[in-house]
């Protein structure tokens, strides 16, 4: 990593995303300077019994439900011999390594909270920014001038609490997911969770195991994932492919998309039949992963409810005319609301939980494109990775490297995305910034100039080719050309389902070779992609 260039930037948060937006400065000779209102690194992964005000943490249990090679940075792989699906200490540990491997640290300035940013007062001319931090410890304030500001302070800070009939008038215990962090002191409790996201689902299922009864109130019911796929393989990486996305972008109508996949979530359970299923398929919400939730559920731990009509002192009323008495615990898992309190609203402001950036990064209407939010999105997939490529565009911009389009062309990209999300997503304050993982990394790789050519790579490299288009789109795809491009690459793509199985090696097992059958899943793979764009070539014509 080299120190180059006089520009400096301030970085806002040292979370997953805060983390990458200082290396990738680095990476392109800009001087990051960092500030973090914490001690520690690693935001909301980041585990504390006692977290600060506004400060959101995980649970204490929470295990991420995206696996290792998903959702590592894409020239840094996570440990062999991490679990791959990791547990809150592991995903922590990993940011730590990260920072560690890229002597980071020294850049952030703990305990320092940024309070206004504010355009410098020759900002036209400049594109600079006046950034005024308070240090925590000593309350000293200062105000110093930075070449571009990336805003990484994520979307989990502020609680949204709705306002339910008479929940002032409840005698209970009233607790927010953002608050709640062990079992501990809710043995024997009757509970009532409200929130089926993955929060929701999280903590009725923990709950459930030492409460007297937990009651899940939702108010459109929900489609449950499962973080395993068949042979016990992670979901993500079995479907978060290339050849999926283009399947789905150019040849299947979403219709037949929609009942196959419904069809799959079914077959584990039936989701009407367990009094989940929604009135929206299931490409049109926000996906809860949970493992457990339907075995709480079969064994009466879990009883699911509609949405709540209004509270008494004791009891909670449902739509369907049903209440439930003696209830102990109002467990609000009903999600956050985010904004940017140190920005002026001129600059960007926050409705509804609606925000307008182009490619939810940069303010549309700015002279100069030196401002940027990173990581403020809801993707269906890992959130680190699109962290890391949105910062690795900003840089580049910064540098004079890429040039943006101007503010009509970015107007009319925010209005189309928003009329997408519109068109596939059911309306809520939790579909608002939402982008499909493999489409997202793709439009600003494309940008930036670092999208793998796969038809080119076929012919260069056919077996790494394959890998990318059949094969799981981990991040490290974005590193094989172009800007950033990185040599170890090519070896992670061929070995990352080598990794991914690594730490269920525990156990010396006779089992009969699979070679076969994955030669033959193969060149089934390639017939269907063979037949596919022969049949999507002659159409265009």
Sequence with gaps: IKMTSEK???????????????????????????????????????????????????????????SKEMMCYSDFPIPREFPVFMHNKYVLRYFNLYAENFNLTQHINFQTEVVSIKQNKNFKDNGCWDVKTRDL????????????????????????????????????????????????????????????????????VELSRVANQVFLSTRKGSWIVNRIDSYGQPVDMVRT???????KKNIVPEAVITKIIEAKLNQRFDHATYSLKPDFPPLAAHPTVNDDLPNRII??????????????????????????????????????????????????????????????????????????????????????PISEQQCRLYARVLKGKVKLPPPDVKWQDIKEKVTDMAKHYVKSQRHTIQVNYVDFMNELAILNGNCPNLV?????????????????????????????????????????????????KTRPVKNPPRESQALFFLFFLIIVGVFTITVHLLFMR
């Design 137 to 204: 410890k000593t309350g000293h304030t200062q105000e110093e001038t930075y070449d571009g500001v990336l805003v990484c302070t994520g979307h989990h800070a502020d609680k949204n609490v709705p306002k339910f009939p008479g929940l002032d008038r409840f005698k209970g215990e009233i607790v927010h997911s953002h608050d709640y962090k062990t079992l501990t002191g809710y043995e024997d409790k009757r509970i009532v969770v409200i929130g089926i996201g993955n929060s929701g689902g999280d903590a009725a």
């Design 456 to 504: 080119r790579l076929f012919f260069k490299d056919p077996r790494l080719a394959m890998n990318c288009f059949f094969g799981p789109c981990t991040p490290y795809q974005y590193r094989l050309q172009g800007p950033g491009r990185w040599r170890g690459a090519r070896q992670c793509i061929l070995t990352q389902w080598e990794r991914t199985l690594y730490p269920l």
């Design 241 to 247: 492919t290339q050849f999926m996305f283009w399947l």
């Design 8 to 66: 400096r930037v301030a970085v806002i948060g040292a979370g997953a995303s805060g983390l990458t937006a200082i290396k990738c400065c680095l990476d392109e000779g800009i001087t990051p300077v960092c500030f973090e209102k914490t001690d520690h690194i690693g935001g909301l992964w980041h585990y504390t019994d006692d977290p600060q005000d506004g400060q959101a943490c995980v649970m204490k249990s929470t295990v991420i439900n995206t």
């Design 299 to 384: 064994s009466g731990n879990v009883i699911i409810k509609p949405d709540v009509k209004r509270f008494t002192e004791s009891a909670v009323e449902f739509d369907d005319g049903t209440a439930e008495d003696d209830i102990d615990v109002v467990f609000l898992a009903t999600g956050y609301i985010f904004g940017f309190p140190f920005l002026d609203k001129s600059v960007l402001e926050v409705k509804e939980n609606r925000v307008h950036l182009y490619k939810w990064m940069f303010p549309p209407d700015l002279e100069h494109d030196t401002l940027a939010v990173i990581g403020c999105i809801q993707p269906l997939g890992a959130i680190m």
